[in-house]
């Protein structure tokens, strides 16, 4: 299936396997951690504060399938051959969507992508408004918006799909309309996740009741609201419940501790090497359990 994707997902030729062993170490001590999380929570001898834990108010998660560590894979060529499948998914970005006057001008991906078989992949679609010719929200625009997420959900091997839309306050009630459409036309079994700015689920709660199966909360790149948002979270939880799922970092930012049960999105602003993603599970490794 994972060729299969690659073919339908860009007609490039796929780089070959680099899988390097000493970076893959650190995988296994990983993946042994996770096996003795389980089998101590089957055992009763784990606290629920766990990072890796699952919250107990999730009853149902539909992204279930998915590792806990989720890589971010931006516009730019990308082999991801050395992750190991069952310990960290994908997320790359699929293509991105212009919202110019009328139009909805669709960029597909340009650059080469590759991953290991098997590896759980999410296809990313980026939304963008034209500075130049502010986009105008009709119900036209909002169909061939649609259309164009929704298009993405037909690629071969993917079992997610996620939109990213920094939404401004006018453009919220379009965005709305386009994802409730987009969950009519998606299959029933294909998940829908959004990424969040921080600041929409602390202090401005217009994403409850969104037809979406995870909201994003990304805690980097958060402009003027940074100091705000880690002071709240260094002593209190998102206050929007849907976006207690999940978390967005970056590598080239500093990390705080989470709080627990959290799937961990990981944004790294060149391609992604094994150092990059050794260095981002050292750290995870060092944070304290949260409650």
Not at 101 to 106: L, N, Q
Not at 137 to 145: G, N
Not at 199 to 222: A, K, N, Q, Y
């Amino acid at each position: 299936m994972q060729g299969q994707f690659m073919s339908a997902a860009r007609a490039y030729h796929a780089p070959q396997s680099n899988v390097r062993l000493r970076h893959l170490r650190l995988l296994c001590v990983f993946l042994v951690i996770l096996g003795a999380t389980a089998g101590l929570r089957a055992l009763g001898r784990l606290p629920a504060s766990a990072w890796l834990t699952q919250p107990a108010s999730v009853v149902r998660d539909p992204l279930a399938a998915f590792p806990p560590i989720v890589l971010w894979a931006w516009e730019r060529p990308e082999s991801l051959d050395f992750i190991d499948a069952q310990a960290v998914g994908v997320a790359f970005l699929a293509r991105t969507l212009y919202l110019s006057g009328p139009e909805v001008i669709v960029r597909p991906r340009l650059q080469p992508f590759s991953a290991p078989h098997g590896t759980k992949l999410m296809a990313v679609v980026r939304i963008a408004s034209d500075r130049w010719r502010a986009p105008d929200l009709s119900a036209s625009q909002r169909e061939m918006a649609t259309a164009a997420i929704a298009e993405v959900s037909g690629l071969s091997g993917i079992q997610a799909l996620q939109v990213d839309f920094d939404a401004t306050v006018s453009q919220r009630v379009f965005y709305r309309d386009v994802l409730q459409d987009l969950r009519r036309q998606l299959p029933a079994s294909m998940p829908l996740s959004i990424t969040a700015l921080a600041s929409w689920c602390i202090f401005d709660d217009w994403l409850t009741g969104l037809p979406v199966d995870e909201v994003v909360p990304m805690v980097f790149r958060m402009g003027a609201d940074q100091h705000r948002v880690r002071r709240h979270l260094a002593e209190d939880d998102f206050r929007v419940a849907t976006c207690r799922r999940s978390v967005g970092i970056s590598t080239d930012e500093p990390l705080s501790a989470l709080r627990a049960g959290r799937r961990l999105y990981v944004f790294h602003p060149h391609a992604w090497r094994p150092e990059a993603m050794t260095r981002i599970l050292e750290e995870v490794g060092r944070w304290p359990q949260q409650p």
